[in-house]
């Protein structure tokens, strides 16, 4: 791979911001992820090209760390505010339709819920990984999800829930997709739940973790 | 012994330190000294930021079911399920409690979030959430020195949603209450709102046992406290 992108993937994995930020003390004056994009861009590297071969895998592997429990949720937003310090860059190609992502993606807490930290996290890794996030926010009803489907048909929806009294409003709200969209692809997560649960209320895909449900997607898209 | 007791509790009393936080975050690594800044102000400002509240109500009309699992409080039954039968089976008395570190943490919290700052708003919310694990220790401890006087003992904390002791159970814990407790609300869904809130039961009696380590009678497999320790 171009040196260059090497060096931006590795940015966003350690979570070297930009030449200034003083983390991760082993890069401490060198360029970050800020800079590189920006040198990438101006070396005629695609920016498509850069997404998907420098940001895309740092987030990747970052990811992966922390799903094999090998990093703390801090590397993993630390990481993540070097993957937007770089995304600054390539946003304009996005709005120009240069880039394509990969699919939009419509997250959030099921109603009656409030719990919002780890809805956010998938929410950044999945942004992380080349898709459009929508992020419905907290106590969230069926009509919004399905009204997110009527204007993104294709889209993705990933519902997030912390307390089991609140997990079965998940059923409620996947029945009501159902009935619309029989084949439509839900993502459920969330502390209590359990494939068990995912098959019992008839979602596609149970993750435990932001990397899985990044995995899933990417499979969906396959 | 008070029947009723609840408290405000100002952030210097905690007993919460930079120690105790650091772990959670990953420990003294590379990236420590980041959050480290957050901490910094978190423990300057604490006095503004957090409303602290905890109390609890002493019962003593208890009934134990052995067979269903099941402690009935005055009239209310509770299937707390094996584990927390098992542990306070020989209560004479049991202490409901609530406790809470206010509102203005979570909002701060997602505050930053909003604006793009996951990390201080991760770093704040898991504050919250050690704000108010503290404030109730304080409670636990005003409970128990209340009680030595009459040669009485504590268990630890008993929640509902822990131990198999479901979460909609909420709904019967609350209806304990007397009135000076309303500063948590329970949601239809059980949510406590502040969302920085804890609930749960202490036995008290002679022959109770208070256990240091508990995490070994608990299903958690996800715990952020439990993978530390295995860690640790
Ligand atoms: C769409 O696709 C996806 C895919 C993956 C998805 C996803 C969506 N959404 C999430 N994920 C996944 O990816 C994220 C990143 O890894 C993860 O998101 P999380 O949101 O799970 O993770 C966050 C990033 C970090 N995690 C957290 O912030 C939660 C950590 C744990 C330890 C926890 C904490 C800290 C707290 N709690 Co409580 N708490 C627990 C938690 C156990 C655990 N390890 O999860 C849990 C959630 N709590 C529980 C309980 C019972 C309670 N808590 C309570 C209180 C508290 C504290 C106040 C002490 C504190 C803060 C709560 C808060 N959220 O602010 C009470 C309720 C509070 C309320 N407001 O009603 C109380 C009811 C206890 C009580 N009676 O007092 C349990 C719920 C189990 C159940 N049966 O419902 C619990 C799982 C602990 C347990 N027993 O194992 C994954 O789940």
Redesign the pocket.
């Known amino acids: 791979m171009n040196e260059l992108l090497e060096k931006l993937s590795l940015a966003v994995e350690s979570g070297k911001i930009n030449k200034l930020s003083p983390y991760p003390p082993a890069m401490r004056g060198l360029d970050g992820a800020d800079e590189l994009c920006q040198q990438a861009l101006e070396a005629g590297i695609k920016p498509e090209v850069i997404l998907n071969d420098a940001l895309i895998p740092g987030m990747g592997r970052i990811g992966k760390k922390?799903s094999d429990g090998k990093a703390f949720?801090p590397e993993m937003l630390i990481a993540a505010k070097a993957m937007s310090a770089a995304l600054k860059h390539i946003k304009p190609f996005f709005t120009s339709g240069e880039v394509k992502r990969k699919g939009v993606f419509v997250?959030g807490?099921v109603m009656g819920d409030?719990?919002d930290?780890?809805?956010n996290?998938?929410a950044m890794m999945i942004e992380g990984s080349g898709w459009e996030v929508i992020d419905l926010g907290v106590d969230v009803k069926p009509e919004k999800f399905l009204e997110a489907i009527n204007q993104h048909p294709d889209c993705v929806i990933?519902?997030?829930?912390?307390?089991?009294?609140t997990?079965v409003n998940m059923e409620t709200i996947v029945k009501q997709i159902r009935a619309q969209y029989p084949d439509h692809k839900i993502?459920?997560?969330?502390?209590?739940?359990s494939h068990d649960f995912c098959k019992k209320i008839g979602a596609t895909f149970?993750?435990?973790?932001?990397q899985?449900?990044v995995e899933f997607l990417e499979r969906s898209v396959a | 012994m008070k029947t009723i007791a609840v408290k405000e509790i100002s952030f210097e009393e905690l007993t919460l330190t930079r120690e105790d936080v650091i772990p959670l975050l990953g420990g003294e690594s590379d990236y420590a000294f980041l959050m480290h800044e957050y901490l910094d102000t978190l423990f300057e400002l604490g006095k503004q930021i957090f409303q602290i509240k905890g109390g609890y109500q002493v019962f003593d009309k208890l009934a134990f079911n052995q067979e269903r699992q099941e402690i009935t409080i005055g009239d209310i039954t509770f299937d707390v399920k094996k584990v927390v039968f098992n542990m306070l089976r020989r209560s004479s008395k049991i202490a409901v409690f609530v406790c809470t570190?206010g509102d203005q943490i979570?909002e701060l919290s997602r505050q930053y979030m909003a604006e793009g700052d996951m990390l201080k708003g991760?770093v704040y919310?898991?504050f919250?959430?050690l704000v108010?694990?503290s404030a109730m220790d304080l409670v636990q401890n005003s409970l128990k020195s209340d009680l030595n006087s009459e040669g009485l003992t504590l268990t630890n904390r008993y929640?509902?949603?822990?131990?198999g002791w479901?979460?909609d159970q909420?709904k019967n814990?609350f209806a304990l209450f007397h009135p000076e407790f309303d500063f948590v609300k329970?949601s239809d869904s059980?949510?406590?709102?502040?969302?920085?809130?804890?609930?749960?039961f202490i036995g008290i009696g002679h022959d109770v046992k208070y256990n240091d380590y508990t995490c070994h009678i608990?299903d958690?497999s996800?715990?952020?406290?439990k993978?530390l320790k295995k860690q640790g």
């Open positions: 922390f949720v997250i807490t409030l719990h930290i780890g809805k996290l998938v990933g519902l997030s829930a912390l307390l089991t009294t997990m993502l459920v997560g969330g502390a209590p739940l149970y993750s435990s973790d932001p899985g449900a | 570190a979570h991760y919310d898991l919250g959430s108010v694990e929640s509902p949603g822990y131990c479901t979460v909420q814990l329970l059980c949510l406590m709102q502040p969302i920085k809130s804890v609930s749960g608990c958690s996800n715990c952020l406290y993978n």
